[in-house]
């Protein structure tokens, strides 16, 4: 038998395995492999290669190699699970972002508690040790029925599946339904944690059963994974409910479940948020408009949100008619558009809007700011013609350059492509789209990776999936082209031969929800705001209140001037007292004034996390405090 390895042609015996061909190539790294790959399908080092297959090795440090390692240790904690729980019933075990879970059906009066955990955990690491091979078995339906016949969940997959081709696995004495791949044993799986217990409705269906689902993580070192914990720590520290109590930034009450208050420190927050998100507006080109909060029926069955979105909406009646509070900005931005007629120099519109939106959200899954039921959106819609497309694009692409690198930010690209089917448009206007989107990330040195057939039926999208300071992915900024909303509300311009055409549409937003965005820069900066951002960018401190009080509003006053807050803390308490509660208010600049400094109009200063004090002029103190807000970055 004969396959291509790195162009090379290598010879191998009949039905050789990925275990076969390492041995024949004896790689230096051998102990790295984990897998191996047939083109782009991924497949476990115990199958049998094809003969004239394009073969390629996975190795631990991978994505690929990662999620194969999550996959085994779920199926790993559902052998030991069934173990403790001899009647336990399965419903999926995926591998995940960080991790795995497994959703259970303990059986009637079983409940697992955060305290059991590592009794499964010690479970786990005894049939890790016996190094039982994963084993591939390929089944009819009919036989699959047979083996899961007592486990409702496992048959219901298998009758949508279809009656040939159905996969299990075994390790050990546990089998389970699955297309696989997974490792070549469980001895590969050695650095593992539980890490948390939720419910889950089987397939996310409240009117089925609520199952147990439990998560955990699996790492090939202990360096990696006492790593991933000690950041889960940090992530507990820096929750922004918690940090948001303790700065006194917004709360939730029971009178509005999902619904913010913001105090006034955390409204300061977000007006200088909000500045920020004026002034880079204005520099690209956006004009700012405001649409209605509450639109009629009939707009919302224009737009189609009647039909696929009402039972998300809030509805009431006025003067006899159904109104809508509106879930999106999109319908009233398009009436914006149709109030004039348009010629194709105006070309390209920027319609900028911060629209307050409403959506009714199940309770369960309200999350602090993260999933609320009334956020404001930093909506923009775009009206283009078809050869704008790729311009526009990468105009779009720099204003998210520079706002995601002012907050430290970095970002990896999803292209969602044309569906199978269902898409509206032609084949030829997805395929030009697509290739638009594609260019303007190469030509603004952008890499980005294609996520087949999931775009919207009216039009392919980019989505800019951040990555935090402690190791998270949040899907804050989409470029959405749209082709249907303009043709659903006849959306015209008039081009060269004035005629009328219809624009395509871009959908935009850099933030998404201002509201989740504060909670993610409260979780990724731990509440300590950089100085142009911060609600309070400086304490004053006079050192004696009675003596020093009128030259700390004097240097309050000329700080408030620059555009930024300061506050003066002149109670009675201790000097160290009023240090102290400065740093755990997170203020950037804590200011302290004594004789010295009144009579030299100096000042002496203490940053957050910095217990060096530095002692400096006024104006010299000022210049730095303008130039950081100016330029938006963190004190050195």
Avoid at 165 to 171: D, K, N, R, T, V
Avoid at 176 to 196: A, E, M, Q, V
């Amino acid at each position: 038998m004969k396959i291509l390895f790195n162009d090379n042609e290598i010879e191998l015996k009949e039905k050789a395995t990925g275990f076969d061909l390492i041995k024949e190539l004896n790689p230096e790294d051998k102990k790295q492999i984990v897998a191996y790959k047939d083109g782009e399908n991924l497949h476990s080092l115990r199958e049998t290669l094809k003969e004239g297959s394009t073969i390629s090795f996975v190795k631990m440090g991978t994505k690929e190699a990662q999620d194969l390692l999550n996959h085994s240790t779920s199926h790993l904690m559902a052998a030991a699970i069934k173990e403790l729980y001899p009647n336990a019933h399965f419903g999926v075990g995926p591998a995940i972002e960080e991790g795995f879970y497994y959703d259970v059906d303990l059986g009637e009066g079983n409940v697992i508690k955060e305290t059991d955990l590592p009794q499964i955990e010690n479970i786990m690491k005894h049939l890790a040790k016996e190094n039982a091979p994963f084993i591939r078995d390929e089944v009819s339906q009919e036989e699959a029925l047979k083996r899961f016949a007592m486990d409702p969940y496992k048959v219901e997959l298998i009758k949508e599946h279809g009656k040939e081709g159905i996969s299990l696995y075994h390790q050990g004495n546990f089998t389970d339904l699955c297309r696989g791949p997974h490792l070549p044993s469980t001895g590969y799986i050695k650095h593992f944690k539980l890490l948390s217990l939720a419910g889950a409705y089987w397939r996310g269906d409240s009117k089925n059963k609520q199952l147990t689902r439990i998560y955990g993580t699996s790492f090939y070192t202990q360096e990696e994974l006492d790593q991933y914990l000690a950041i889960l720590e940090l992530r507990k520290k820096n929750d922004h409910r918690k940090l948001g109590k303790d700065l006194g930034l917004f709360f939730i009450s029971e009178y509005g479940p999902g619904f913010p208050f913001f105090l006034p420190k955390g409204m300061a927050l977000k007006n200088n948020l909000l500045s920020y998100w004026h002034e880079i507006h204005a520099r690209y080109g956006y004009q700012e408009i405001e649409t209605p909060t509450m639109l009629s029926k009939e707009l919302w069955e224009i737009s189609g949100h009647w039909d696929h979105y009402k039972e998300n909406m809030y509805i009431t009646k006025i003067d006899d008619r159904d109104f809508a509070i509106k879930p999106m900005n999109c319908p009233g931005a398009i009436l914006v558009y149709k109030n004039a007629i348009h010629s194709y120099k105006e070309l390209p519109l920027r319609y900028a809007e911060l629209g307050h939106v409403h959506r009714h959200e199940a309770s369960g899954a309200l999350n602090g700011l993260f999933r609320v039921r009334a956020f404001t959106q930093d909506d923009s819609h775009i009206f283009i013609r078809e050869d704008q497309i790729e311009d526009e694009v990468r105009n779009i692409m720099a204003l998210f350059d520079e706002v995601y690198q002012t907050f430290g930010l970095s970002y990896k690209i999803v292209l969602s492509t044309r569906p199978e089917e269902g898409y509206i448009g032609t084949v030829e206007f997805w395929d030009k789209a697509e290739k638009a989107l594609a260019k303007a990330c190469i030509d603004s040195h952008h890499e980005y990776t294609i996520n087949p057939g999931d775009g919207a039926f009216y039009g392919p999208k980019l989505d800019f999936k951040l990555r935090d300071s402690m190791g998270r992915t949040w899907q804050c900024g989409t470029i959405q082209l749209d082709l249907n909303l303009p043709h659903r509300f006849a959306c015209t311009y008039i081009d060269e031969k004035g005629e009328k055409k219809e624009p395509v549409m871009l959908h935009r937003v850099v933030f998404g929800s201002i509201e989740r965005f504060i909670g993610i820069i409260t979780e990724n900066y731990g509440g300590a705001f950089p100085t142009w951002l911060a609600p309070v960018a400086v304490k004053i401190l006079p050192v004696s209140p009675s003596i020093h009080s009128d030259y700390a509003k004097v240097v309050e006053q000329k700080i408030s001037a620059l555009g930024l807050v300061a506050e003066i803390d002149d109670s009675e308490d201790k000097l160290s007292y009023r240090l102290r509660k400065s740093q755990i208010e997170k203020v950037p600049y804590t200011l302290v004034l004594g004789d010295k400094e009144k009579e030299e109009v100096s000042v002496t200063y203490r940053e957050l996390g910095n217990e060096k004090q530095v002692h400096l002029s006024l104006d010299d103190f000022l210049k730095r405090i303008k130039e950081e807000k100016n330029t938006r970055k963190k004190p050195n």
